[in-house]
T-cell receptor
Framework: GNSVTQMEGPVTLSEEAFLTINCTYT??????LFWYVQYPGEGLQLLLK?????DKGSNKGFEATYRKETTSFHLEKGSVQVSDSAVYFC????????????FGAGTRLAVHP | NAGVMQNPRHLVRRRGQEARLRCSPM?????VYWYRQLPEEGLKFMVY????????ESGMPKERFSAEFPKEGPSILRIQQVVRGDSAAYFC?????????????FGPGTRLTVL
């Protein structure tokens, strides 16, 4: 079945460091791929998405490229801030015609000044 | 345009009681999804509903859990005879009434604690 595997956390970085959170997936068909962010005590917010191979999603300095050949959707940011501290979830949907989102386990990011 | 609304935000129940969680989708959205997040885990799909129809309930436990989305009013996730293992955050998401997959927008969640 469809699944998402994320890099385990927590990830601890200093402010202005480069961030990469790895995400790989298994899916039938042509899924859409998403990164959601969850701040403490809150719901999930859509961070970025890509709907087909080679698409790059970007938002707030974060980027991820849909790589069909490596079945990956790694999240990157060139310079993190303390306010980026949160849990990041990679997710897929649409593979095989299903509307439900399948999430990775989440990666906790802590950014220190 | 208000976002997805969920209430209550926090719910405490004793073992054996019933829990009712409500979700009002974004204006114009008629597709609702419920997900459960156990402590320190990712979200797991439970059920997908359209107005008056359950489309996919493959993630729902076979007993004690039910969901509805009536023609009028919010979607309800109902858990009967709660047990400690039901303690989790329950998130609702909604999307527009269109064919294919469209971005799901999440509510703030209901955090259920079973004593």
């Amino acid at each position: 079945g469809n699944s998402v595997t994320q890099m385990e956390g927590p990830v601890t970085l200093s402010e202005e460091a480069f961030l990469t959170i790895n995400c790989t997936y298994t899916a039938t068909g042509y899924p859409s791929l998403f990164w959601y962010v969850q701040y403490p005590g809150e719901g999930l917010q859509l961070l970025l998405k890509a709907t087909k191979a080679d698409d790059k999603g970007s938002n707030k300095g974060f980027e991820a490229t849909y790589r069909k050949e490596t079945t990956s959707f790694h999240l990157e940011k060139g310079s993190v801030q303390v306010s980026d501290s949160a849990v990041y979830f990679c997710a897929l949907s649409g593979g095989g015609g299903y509307n439900k989102l399948i999430f990775g386990a989440g990666t906790r990011l802590a950014v220190h000044p | 345009n208000a976002g997805v609304m969920q209430n209550p935000r926090h719910l405490v129940r004793r073992r054996g009681q019933e829990a009712r969680l409500r979700c009002s989708p974004m204006k114009g959205h008629s597709h609702v999804y419920w997900y459960r997040q156990l402590p320190e885990e990712g979200l797991k799909f439970m059920v997908y509903l359209q107005k008056e129809n359950i489309i996919d309930e493959s993630g729902m436990p076979k007993e004690r859990f039910s969901a509805e989305f009536p023609k009028e009013g919010p979607s309800i996730l109902r858990i009967q005879q709660v047990v400690r293992g039901d303690s989790a955050a329950y998130f609702c998401a909604s999307s527009p009434p269109l064919q294919g997959f469209y971005t799901q927008y999440f509510g703030p969640g209901t955090r259920l604690t079973v004593l």
